[in-house]
């Protein structure tokens, strides 16, 4: 596939050679299958649709310099769909179908893994959704599972360089008691009104108060919140917050280099307080925060122009377990063969 400039692709979709899918019905998993179409026949009635009964996962491979492509920790990934299948009532994908699945995608559209150094990497979409009709609100008794792939540039355009983020309050991504812990569409058709406002006036990403007190940090839309100071890693607990499988990473390396690891609720004011600030995940891996500017309070919190040096070693240190730059203690990496 011929690219001429990897740095510039940007995070949208692109067509592939081939897909997989699998159907559920009368109870069970079906076998594995090959498909050359980007479009799904489904009815019209169903339950993803009309009821939201889908979920979906974002993973990546990367090509190292030995030539070999690598998954990053997809067993994390298939665990966290099966945590969203049992908040909306799906059945569940087993985990060595979904690991099949994302490894049989990878090697069918192996050419289309960016070089190494390039910056991009293989983007991977596991989807589930109910395709069954139903009018009643209830669950669909068919689903399909499907995984496809696209090259990706970084998902913010500046790559490891610091952004903006604003706090709207008079926007959540999720309700208290809702499904902000799984990764379901419905948050995201939430966040897009917010996202859009915060991307006309030149931010990043919105970071979103909780939903209930509006006292607390949550997540930014796309990814989880971090800040880091007295030698502390410090990011949010809230059962509204997607459990980020980067920032998990994140803080198994960070306690490794002898950061101690703080998971708390985190109040607005201690933005004040950070010397670092960043937000993580899949698609992002790490974006380094400049500044944080609370629309509401007229106040910015301000963090420097170059990313820090904690955010820069752990950007870098798990960036080379991924490209296989550097040894994997955590058996994170799955080497496509």
Request: charged share 25%; hydrophobic share 35%.
């Amino acid at each position: 596939m011929e690219i001429q400039d990897w740095k510039t692709i940007g995070f949208g979709y692109r067509k592939t050679n081939l897909n997989v899918r699998c159907y559920y019905k009368n109870g069970e998993w079906g076998e594995l299958e090959l498909s050359d179409s980007e479009y799904l026949n489904i009815h019209m009635a169903a339950t993803s649709l009309h009821y939201g009964q889908e979920a979906f996962e974002g993973l990546k491979a990367f090509k190292g310099k030995d030539g070999k492509v690598r998954v990053f920790r997809m067993d994390e990934n298939a665990k966290r769909m099966q945590h969203s299948s049992d908040g909306i009532l799906m059945p569940h994908v087993p985990i060595e179908t979904f690991e099949e699945a994302v490894k049989l995608a990878v090697k069918k559209n192996i050419e289309f893994v960016p070089p190494y150094g390039s910056g991009a990497s293989l983007y991977i979409r596991p989807l589930l959704i109910g395709v069954g009709p139903e009018i009643g609100v209830r669950p669909s008794q068919e689903y399909l599972f499907i995984v496809f792939v696209m090259p990706v540039g970084p998902y913010f355009p500046e790559g490891f360089k610091p952004t903006d983020l604003l706090i709207m309050r008079q926007f959540d991504r999720a309700a208290p008691l809702g499904t902000g812990k799984y990764k379901v569409g419905g948050n995201y058709a939430a966040s897009l009104t917010a996202g859009k406002k915060a991307k006309a006036e030149g931010y990043s990403a919105v970071l979103y108060l909780d939903a209930r007190e509006k006292k607390y940090l949550d997540e930014c839309g796309p990814a989880n919140f971090f800040g880091i100071k007295n030698n502390t890693y410090i990011t949010p607990k809230s059962e509204s917050i997607l459990p980020s499988i980067t920032n998990k990473s994140i803080i198994q390396i960070a306690e490794d280099m002898g950061l101690k690891i703080e998971r708390r609720q985190v109040p607005v004011e201690e933005l004040e307080t950070f010397e670092e600030v960043g937000a993580c995940g899949t698609a992002a891996v790490i974006s380094p925060i400049k500044r944080v500017y609370d629309a509401d309070e007229d106040k910015e919190y301000l963090y420097g122009n170059e990313p820090g040096t904690w955010s820069t070693k752990l950007y870098e240190k798990l960036r080379a377990i991924q490209d296989g730059d550097a040894p994997d203690p955590y058996g994170w990496v799955t080497v496509i063969e």
